[in-house]
C-alpha cells in the first residue's frame, strides 16, 4: 500500500491561510469518511488535528478545519499563527485488508 | 486522563526481535483498539498493528509475516515483537490508542512518548 501523496511543504506568513493536500485512492481517501489529520512538532509525538474528514477535537483551535472531495482531502488552517509550524501528516482508513496508510507529511513553514 | 509509558530494547543488531511494551494508566484499556505505529529517522509515520481485547490482531500487510502484537490485560499493557530486523526497522516506535475523545473510532487520539529503535551491527 503505497502513502497518500501530499505536498513535501507549504508556506505562509502570520495572519494567512494555508492548505495541505492529502491524495489518496477509492480504497482509502475516497472510500470512507475516516481521514484524520496530526501535528507534528520535532521531537514530539503526533497530536491530532482533525479526525472523521472534519472533526475537530476537543481543544484544538477552530482554525483548523478540514474536508475532503473525491480521493483527495484537505487541511485548511486559518489565520496562521507561529506556533502551527510543524509537520502534518494525513491517515485514512483503508478497509480490513490495509487498515490504515498515512500520508507522506507536509512541513508548514510560517514565514 | 489516559497516558501511554513505553519502554523496550533500543539497541538491537540485525536478525534479533524487537520488543517493546506500552502499559496503559489512568483509562479503561477494554473497548478500544490499540496501535503500533512507527516513523523512521527523517521520514514519515506507518501503522504496524493493532489489537482489541476480543478481535485478534490485525498487521501491516507488509509486516505481517515478522510482527506479533499482544494484549496483557490483567497489567494494562500491550507489547509489540518484530523479529528479523534490519536497518529498515530502525524507527520511532509509537503506542496509540484508536479513538477520538473516550470513543472508539478510526483515529490516534492518545500516542505514547515513543521508542528509539536502532538496528546496527
Known amino acids: 500500500q503505497s502513502a497518500l501523496t501530499q505536498p513535501r511543504s507549504v508556506s505562509g506568513s502570520p495572519g494567512q491561510s494555508v492548505t495541505i493536500s492529502c491524495t489518496g485512492t477509492s480504497s482509502d481517501v475516497g472510500g470512507y469518511n475516516f481521514v484524520s489529520w496530526y501535528q507534528q512538532h520535532p521531537g514530539k509525538a503526533p497530536k491530532v488535528m482533525i479526525y472523521d474528514v472534519s472533526m475537530r477535537p476537543s481543544g484544538v483551535p477552530d482554525r483548523f478545519s478540514g474536508s475532503k472531495s473525491g480521493n483527495t482531502a484537505s487541511l485548511t488552517i486559518s489565520g496562521l499563527q507561529a506556533e502551527d509550524e510543524a509537520d502534518y501528516y494525513c491517515?485514512?482508513?483503508?478497509?480490513?485488508?490495509?487498515?490504515?496508510?498515512f500520508g507522506s507529511g507536509t512541513q508548514v513553514t510560517v514565514l | 486522563q489516559v497516558q501511554l509509558q513505553q519502554w523496550g530494547a533500543g539497541l538491537l543488531k540485525p536478525s534479533e526481535t524487537l520488543s517493546l511494551t506500552c502499559a496503559v494508566y489512568?483509562?479503561?484499556?477494554?473497548?478500544?483498539?490499540w496501535s503500533w505505529i512507527r516513523q523512521p529517522p527523517g521520514k514519515g509515520l506507518e501503522w504496524v498493528g493493532q489489537i482489541n481485547h476480543s478481535g485478534g490482531p490485525n498487521y501491516n500487510s507488509s509486516l505481517k509475516s515478522r510482527v506479533a502484537i499482544s494484549l496483557d490485560m490483567s497489567k494494562n499493557q500491550l507489547s509489540l515483537e518484530l523479529s528479523s530486523v534490519t536497518a529498515a526497522d530502525t524507527a520511532i516506535y509509537y503506542c496509540?490508542?484508536?479513538?477520538?475523545?473516550?470513543?472508539?473510532?478510526?483515529?490516534?487520539?492518545?500516542w505514547g512518548q515513543g521508542t528509539m529503535v536502532t538496528v546496527s551491527s
Open positions: 496509540a490508542r484508536n479513538s477520538v475523545g473516550t470513543t472508539p473510532g478510526k483515529a490516534f487520539n492518545i
Open positions: 491517515c485514512s482508513y483503508a478497509g480490513t485488508y490495509t487498515f490504515y496508510v
Open positions: 489512568g483509562g479503561s484499556f477494554s473497548g478500544y483498539y
